[in-house]
């Protein structure tokens, strides 16, 4: 079907395939897969999107695609990715594929020097250019920029974050001092104390940071450069350091410690396997080591994981070689060798202090516990570390002190023993504070040794977790959800909503387009009171806070909010068996996640115990004791401030950070689950892709304009180069002729009302102009004066060669008036000398009579003489008659006497001589009359064929008269209609914006419904769980309203019908329209038909290519327009004419008079239609510089017309319509008659085949 054109329809692993479309109904079409000849795939047309000529074609930019929809998008990466070109950009957009291997060449030195100071678009995409364009908008703007580097667990956030401060510090660096290596280095050391190796991801940051690289103007050319940077971390995964899943490890400073520590540091903090430490034996116990340092590595440093095993591979990780790396980066970043031994002293601390178990004490009366004798060597080196005593170390752990308000102004102290699994919790919360402050001591060990003394601005990098799923999703993965609402609502904020309002109020007529807001969602846990953390904090302030009370708050608060649901709701299988006050489920902008909430307390409550903060207070290690200086100890539950409350306000701070910036955004894909090389799985792309929002990103920049400038910050940089008669300009003007002056297309840019807008692709172009080196500025003043010198002389010749057509058409004019003047004299002498020059003509004729009275004389045989002298008196008396005429005033009256006179006397002279040769001239006289008879005969015969053609005239004028009448009937009809349908509208066009409002909140449902199975999808195929069959309803449109309230009063009406044709195919539908006798079928068939043609053409339209501007053209635009203005309007039950052929024609447009004259403007055609009865039988397209394009419904269907006469308005358009005998005589003159012939029985119209002849069967 049409022409065989290539689509893209949905497929769960592939993400979309390339097919063809075999069948269109009226809800789904049906695609034949090129993959899978004879299998069709049903789907619907929102999911159905055209595929680009050349599908192996791949463009640097997303926006360069001739469709530009999710499939062609997919497809794009798909092609790049396996040319190993892992960037691509969406305007200026990154987005960037984990390759999950090396790239030869891609970030080396001479890459870098490649991408310094080029304008984005000029160079492959690259996270370089991302860089670049940020620190040029920081210098232009004298704004400060932040990159947001986005994704999930796996996608490559880290290392785009490693590269773009690799090519900063090398591209602006003073190389001064060591700070820009410094900023490097930073890196490694906070990888090995904050990432660890998840299911996901081997490399994965469990916390997230915002860097800032300061710069400053100190340099001698005043360029900026690298003066500094800072760090700001945020929510370290503190529950990590004392349990991890099965396949994950800790952190990996951990194992590189066992691994790597050279042997008398080993010896000194007692290390082992990490099997021997409890801490992480429970999850993956084996390193990352290359084949050469695995030879390196003792028996006793393995596990017997790693010994059945072998080693972890990775092409960046190595635990052995990184733990020389972290502690040579630690040393350049003037970490001393005594500190970094406390370091590592500290994270031994904590693997010893998890090997201390505790047990029941039967001796105690007060039900406490004690430390298993199994594990004294544990607590006897934990204590050691630690510098504590082992003894006051050992009460700490298994007892508490209380103060009670009674008994003085500090209260009384109460010793309180604590239970094995309370003395358990207490070691782990100690073990998660030393490695959390141990942490925080590292940040600030970098941050110090990156000082900046002054800045003039900065470039921010935020690289945070994120969005986590799981089979057990617990606080962690709720705050950083949260943090990726956030986030996600910032860009929606910065992207979509804020470049609308901008285009909208620079009145830039940008379509509008909609997105999933997720406002409620950031609402449900973080609003006052009801909010998720405010519960939270409010249970764990009560005396015995229950995380079963907690979870039953939150869904008794927030009963009928949409994105919080029961966990049995769920998709997973496995989800659905916990119970109601064990978690809850809340649907996140990329999916549902369901969180159990055993642990939501425990680690929303950090603070140690009173007896062991008072412990480490007086520890004899100086850095343990520096950590924990200033920290006051906790005075109850309702003054501690919970791990929720921080996250949210260093959140806030961020938020606002970011908002105070200029934004770039880069978003990390991770191409597969396997974590390999070369593997595309384009479902789980495509999810991440509709999670990170590039679906209306696509379709804004469709349309929109990512580069922008203020006229007046434009004309100001440039001013002081311009000279006097250039600097006069206004900026507006300024602007118009510097883009003229670059040469640049009116379609690349748009003027608003305060500012210039480029389209996507044009980066090169906006760089170029607002570059502000001096030789630029001044290069780019000498372009706009020669284009205005240019431009005005072009004027000058314009105005010359006005001024010379003026001076002719004055001396044409003046040659009209002379003629005019001339015509007028004429026009009097004529009035006044007429009578007398038609009575000389009248004698004068007359005397033609004398030559025959002369004839007949000589004919005479007798009397000859008198009648010649009779002859000579008449004569004598006509030329006295004619001299008195010219000599005297006769009036009109008397020269008509006397002329008649004359005329008497001379026809009576006449006729004696006539009787005198009447026998002689007998014969002659009857060939005379013959002769007479048949000019009659022929002036009869002349007459009667006058008489036809005015008899044939004014029956065509009545036709056309009773036409007009009739139109003129229809149109007050129609205004008659128009009248009851306007109170009609009053009323239901509230109806219809609450439908509208409907539907668009059932979309998004029905899309969040999506996002949740595709979620539940991915994380079953990793964990192999079932999901649940749900069906989900198909999707409408949101944009189009009219549409769906025309589909569902189809649907309505068709409930009625005799015949349900909805699961009829394409082509059964026009067999039966071209065969069938059965009127109710026929016209049952008819109406199914063109519905289904319809609702084609509109998803043809909405998927056009970019650069058509109007899509084909089936109908003028007129006719078109009048549709989609009409389908809303009430049914009031209009006349049909049903039976009737009825023909029109009109132009596909009137051409502008500013290019009426123009050769090079497009000339616009004629359109014919022939309608038998409501539909078109004969469509005809004419164009003066083309072939006529002649159409046959039932052979053409699909490109022409599909409206109904009802709807295209043609009846109301006066002399719109035409006789049949005009559109016969066009349509016979270009090929129609033997077009008809050769179409035979396929013809749709009765009308037609009973013309030729066709007998349907």
Not at 23 to 34: K, L, N, T, V
Not at 190 to 215: C, D, P, Y
Request: aromatic share 8%.
């Amino acid at each position: 079907m049409d022409g065989g054109k290539k689509v893209w329809v949905p497929h769960a692993t592939d993400g979309f395939k390339l097919g063809r479309i075999v069948d269109i109904g009226s809800d789904s079409i049906a695609i034949e897969p090129f993959d899978a000849p004879g299998t069709t795939i049903n789907a619907i047309y929102d999911r159905t999107f055209p595929a680009e000529e050349y599908d192996n074609k791949d463009v640097e930019d997303n926006c360069a695609l001739m469709f530009l929809n999710e499939a062609t998008l997919l497809n794009n990466l798909r092609i790049r990715y396996m040319k190993n070109q892992i960037y691509t950009y969406t305007a200026n957009i990154l987005i960037a594929i984990n390759p999950y291997y090396e790239i030869p060449d891609l970030y080396t030195s001479n890459t870098i020097k490649k991408y310094k100071g080029k304008s984005l678009g000029t160079l492959p995409p690259h996270v370089y250019a991302i860089a670049d364009k940020a620190f040029r908008d920081m210098k232009v703007n004298k704004m400060s920029q932040s990159i947001i580097v986005s994704g999930e667990s796996g996608a490559g956030k880290t290392e785009s974050t490693k590269y773009i401060l690799k090519y900063l510090t090398e591209s602006w660096g003073a190389h001064i001092n060591q700070l820009e290596q410094r900023i490097l280095e930073s890196n490694p050391l906070l990888e090995a104390f904050g990432n660890a190796k998840t299911v996901r991801n081997n490399n994965s940051s469990r916390f997230g940071k915002f860097i800032e690289i300061h710069f400053d103007n100190k340099a001698a050319n005043q360029q900026n450069s690298v003066a500094g940077g800072f760090i700001s971390h945020y929510l370290l995964e503190k529950s990590r350091v004392i349990v991890q899943s099965r396949d994950e490890r800790n952190y990996h400073i951990f194992y590189r410690l066992c691994a790597g520590a050279p042997e008398e540091l080993r010896k000194q903090l007692k290390l082992a396997s990490p099997d021997q430490f409890h801490y992480l034996n429970r999850g993956c116990t084996q390193y990352f080591c290359t084949r050469e340092n695995d030879k390196k590595l003792g028996q006793d440093r393995k596990s017997q994981m790693y010994l059945k095993q072998g080693s972890l591979h990775d092409p960046v990780l190595d635990d052995v070689r990184d733990f020389q790396v972290c502690d040579s980066a630690m040393a350049h970043l003037g970490i001393s060798n005594e500190d970094r031994h406390s370091i590592y002293t500290l994270v031994a601390s904590v693997l010893h202090l998890g090997n201390i178990t505790f047990e029941e004490n039967t001796d105690d009366t007060k039900g406490g516990c004690k430390v298993s004798p199994s594990t004294e060597t544990s607590l006897d080196t934990a204590s050691s570390l630690l510098g504590l005593p082992k003894e006051e170390l050992r009460e700490s752990l298994v007892s508490r002190i209380m103060q009670t308000a009674r008994g003085g102004s500090k209260g009384t102290a109460i010793k309180v023993p604590l239970k094995a699994g309370e003395a358990s919790s207490a070691r782990d919360a100690l073990s998660k504070s030393i490695y959390s402050r141990l942490f925080d001591y590292i940040v600030a060990c970098v941050n110090k040794a990156i000082p900046f003394s002054s800045t003039v601005s900065y470039i921010g990098l935020l690289d945070i977790a994120g969005f986590e799923y799981f089979q057990v999703n617990s606080f962690e993965q709720f705050c950083i959800n949260y943090c990726n609402e956030k986030l996600q609502q910032f860009f929606n904020e910065r992207i979509l909503k804020e470049e609308q309002v901008l285009y909208e109020r620079e009145g830039l007529n940008v379509k509008k387009i909609t997105w999933t807001d997720n406002q409620d969602c950031i609402e449900l846990i973080e609003m006052k009171a009801n909010g998720i953390f405010d519960l939270l904090d409010e249970e764990s302030k009560l005396p015995t806070p229950k995380p079963e009370h907690f979870t039953m708050e939150v869904h008794n608060r927030n009963k009928s909010h949409f994105r919080l649901s029961l966990p049995r709701k769920s998709k997973l299988k496995m989800h659905r068996d916990v119970r109601d006050d064990e978690g809850f489920l809340i649907r996140h902008f990329a999916g549902a996640v369901c969180y159990h909430t055993t642990l939501f307390i425990e680690k929303n409550n950090d603070a140690l115990h009173a007896s062991l903060e008072f412990l480490i207070q007086d520890s004899s290690n100086k850095m343990l004791k520096t950590m924990f200086e200033g920290i006051q100890v906790s005075s109850g539950k309702l003054n501690f401030i919970s791990v929720g409350s921080k996250f949210r306000s260093q959140l806030q701070t961020l938020m606002e950070k970011l908002k105070s910036t200029g934004t770039n955004f880069i978003r990390c894909i991770k191409p597969n689950l396997k974590m390999v090389d070369h593997l595309f799985e384009g479902g789980q792309i495509l999810s991440q892709l509709e999670c990170s929002g590039m679906g209306s990103v696509l379709e804004l920049m469709q349309q929109g304009f990512p580069s922008r400038t203020q006229f007046s910050d434009l004309y100001n940089m440039y001013k002081k180069y311009m000279p006097a008669d250039i600097a006069r300009l206004d900026p507006r003007l300024f602007c118009k002729a510097l883009f003229k002056a670059l040469g640049l297309n009116e379609n690349e840019f748009k003027f608003g009302l305060t500012k210039v807008f480029f389209r996507p692709g044009k980066f090169a172009e906006f760089d170029q102009i607002m570059k502000s080196d001096p030789e630029n500025l001044a290069m780019l003043v000498k372009k706009v004066k020669r284009w205005l010198l240019c431009s005005r002389w072009k004027k000058a010749q314009w105005g010359a060669l006005s001024v010379i057509k003026l001076k002719n058409k004055i001396l044409w004019r003046r040659g009209q008036i002379i003629t005019l003047q001339k015509t007028v004299r004429m026009w009097r002498d004529v009035r006044r000398f007429k009578p007398k020059y038609e009575m000389i003509v009248q004698v004068k004729q007359s005397q033609g009579q004398l030559s025959r009275m002369e004839e007949i004389i000589s004919q005479l045989k007798k009397e000859k003489e008198t009648a010649t002298k009779q002859a000579k008196l008449i004569e004598k008396a006509l030329q006295d008659f004619i001299h008195k005429i010219r000599t005297t005033n006769m009036s009109a009256d008397e020269m008509q006497r006397t002329m008649n006179h004359l005329l008497s006397q001379m026809d009576q002279t006449f006729q004696d001589l006539r009787k005198k040769l009447e026998q002689e001239k007998t014969k002659a006289e009857q060939e005379r009359l013959r002769k007479i008879q048949e000019e009659m005969e022929r002036e009869k015969k002349r007459k009667e064929e006058e008489e036809r053609r005015k008899k044939q005239e004014e029956e065509d004028r009545k036709l056309k008269a009773e036409m007009e009448a009739k139109r003129k009937k229809e149109e007050e009809e129609r205004k008659k209609r128009e009248e009851e349908e306007k109170k009609q509208k009053a009323l239901i066009s509230a109806q219809l914006e609450k439908e509208k409002e409907d539907n668009r909140r059932r979309q998004e449902i029905l899309e969040q419904e999506r996002r949740d199975r595709e979620l539940a999808l991915r994380l079953a195929s990793e964990d192999q769980n079932e999901v649940e069959d749900v069906v989900v309803p198909p999707l409408q449109s949101t944009g189009d309203s009219k549409k769906s309230e025309e589909v569902r009063a189809t649907r309505a009406a068709a409930l009625q019908k005799k015949y349900d044709l909805s699961k009829w195919k394409y082509a059964e539908l026009r067999d039966a329209i071209n065969t069938s006798c059965d009127i109710e079928l026929l016209d049952a068939c008819r109406e199914e038909f063109h519905r289904r043609l319809k609702v084609y053409h509109s998803w043809k339209q909405k998927n056009k290519k970019k650069s058509d501007e109007r899509g084909e053209e089936r109908a003028p635009e007129s006719v078109l327009t009048n549709a989609s203005e009409s389908r809303l309007a009430p049914k009031q039950g209009a006349p049909t004419t049903d039976n009737q052929q009825r023909f029109f024609r009109i132009p596909f447009a009137r051409p502008s008079d500013e290019f009426r004259d123009d050769p090079t403007h497009k000339k616009h055609g004629q359109w014919y239609a022939h309608f038998d009865g409501q539909y078109i039988a004969r469509q005809m397209e004419l164009y003066p510089d083309k072939n006529p394009l002649l159409l046959v419904a039932g052979v053409h269907d699909l490109q022409m017309c599909e409206l109904s006469l009802d709807e295209t308005g043609l009846t109301r358009k006066k002399g719109a319509e035409i006789l049949g005998k005009d559109f016969e005589a066009e349509w016979n003159k270009y090929g129609g008659r033997e077009l008809l012939k050769s179409c035979g029985n396929r013809m749709s119209s009765t009308f037609l085949q009973k013309r030729l002849g066709v007998v349907r069967k």
